[in-house]
């Protein structure tokens, strides 16, 4: 059953810039833990959707624990003012976030 990881992430006004080069740099090494990843972006860096999907729960587990996806977790806390996290469609606490 294939799993779906949505984030809708507004970065912090002053962060804009900053998070978008962040998710630029992470991005390929995202990718690696992924079935597929689809980041789009409003045009002007103020909202991001990304979608990330998996073939199993075990490879989303295990994706989502990884030092990328955690480095880039770090950066939504850090950067973002405002996350949306939806799992398989239904939405998910933030904290989801802060998987260790």
Same mark, same amino acid.
Request: charged letters at 40%; zero cysteines; glycine letters at 6%.
């Given at each position: 059953m294939i799993k779906?990881? %949505?984030l809708i992430v507004e970065p912090k006004t002053? &962060?804009?810039? %900053? *998070? $978008? =080069?962040s998710l630029e740099n992470l991005a390929e090494n995202l990718q690696i833990h992924c079935s597929s990843l689809i980041i789009d972006d409003s045009g002007d860096g103020n909202k991001f959707n990304i979608l990330a999907q998996w %073939?199993?729960? @075990? =490879?989303? $587990?295990k994706a989502l624990r990884s030092e990328e996806f955690r480095i880039f977790f770090g950066a939504i #806390?850090?950067?973002c003012d405002k996350t949306i996290v939806? /799992? @398989? #469609?239904?939405?998910v $606490? &933030? &904290? *989801? /976030?802060?998987?260790?």
């Open positions: 779906k990881l %949505e002053h &962060n804009r810039k %900053e *998070f $978008s =080069q %073939e199993t729960e @075990d =490879q989303m $587990s #806390g850090a950067l939806r /799992l @398989d #469609g239904k939405k $606490s &933030n &904290n *989801f /976030l802060k998987i260790k």
